[in-house]
């Protein structure tokens, strides 16, 4: 299958949609504000597809998200405010893409935020602060990347269970 853009209408007339799984259909784009009528949404799969940007707009609108992965994507850019307004996301896995960087803000609003997988997703750098305010983070995996320098991370939580910087070449 191949859907290059996600559609956009799809909210409009499936209003009560809770969960959508997209493995593989080649999804190139996601159109701005998209899921402004997204109001069950809570899990959203989009599992090895061609996204490579996720925009501020892109998930504009998702308050009930709670698991999003985007495993395998290319993704190669994220806006520093692409999740402000998924509030409620617990679950997020960036693994598997073309991240170098990631802005120290781009996690700050998600107040629930208990998981984060960023391995093999070809990271470089990573900011002190980049998980200061995510007070309920249980799991952070960072396998797999090359960061540059001293791995330095400020948290303003002892909730961390699990962080794994396994095979990272510095």
Known sequence: VDLHTFPAEL?????????????????KKIKDYTFTNATELIQL????N???EIT?????GARKLFNLVLHSCKISKISSNAFDTCTSLEYLNLAN?????IDPDLFAPLKNLTIVHMYKSKLLSLSPKTFFYN???????FETNSIKGEITLE??????HH?????IHI
């Open 11 to 27: 909210f409009s007339q499936l209003p009560k949609l809770e969960m959508i799984d997209m493995f593989g259909v080649n999804l």
């Open 56 to 60: 501020a707009y892109t998930f504009f």
């Open 45 to 48: 799969h989009l599992i090895d």
């Open 155 to 160: 948290f303003d939580s002892v909730n961390l």
């Open 135 to 141: 007070k309920k983070l249980k799991i952070l995996d």
């Open 50 to 52: 061609d996204l490579e």
């Open 97 to 101: 893409n073309n991240i170098s960087s």
């Open 163 to 167: 962080l794994d910087l396994s095979l």
